[in-house]
């Protein structure tokens, strides 16, 4: 694992973000075709980097924001990045009855569509139905459906 991931600190740092995923692609194109790495292996390591690497985010990130926040500058560059601190706002609207009778609605057309779909899903049968106009037969076709595959990896 050591040759296929990057020690913090070894990405250029005049990469740009774009650059950065362009690498990484171009990193997992050689490691595939080297025919030299047990794919699967690999994949379920960099998960666990991953997983370590969000939760060393998330616990950095507010001292971060602390240590930014010293420069005395909403936006600066820093370490050939650039830096933006950014506040937002968080509005509650549900003290509006008009908008809490709205959300509310949102919610009952939400619970009908899941009903709905569950119910198309267990009825879904060609049916032949007759055009009482015209007489035609029309058949009402299953419903189409789209697969994707993918991995799940539970650590």
Do not use: C
């Amino acid at each position: 694992m050591g040759k296929l991931v990057r020690q913090v600190g070894n990405i250029d740092k005049n990469l740009h973000k774009k650059e950065i995923v362009e690498l990484a692609k171009d990193n997992a194109q050689a490691v595939i075709e080297s025919g030299k790495y047990d794919l699967l292996k690999v994949y379920v390591e960099l998960k666990r980097y991953e997983a370590y690497l969000k939760g060393l985010i998330y616990h950095l990130k507010s001292s971060a924001m602390e240590k930014a926040s010293e420069k005395g500058k909403k936006s600066f560059d820093y370490n050939d990045a650039r830096i933006n601190l950014s506040s937002r706002t968080k509005w509650d609207f549900s003290i509006d009855k008009q908008w809490s009778d709205l959300d509310l609605q949102i919610q009952n057309l939400s619970k009908e569509r899941k009903e709905r779909e569950k119910y198309l899903l267990e009825n879904n049968i060609v049916q032949s139905i007759v055009d009482e106009e015209t007489g035609e037969i029309k058949e009402e076709f299953i419903l189409p459906k789209e697969i994707k595959f993918g991995i799940s990896v539970r650590l």
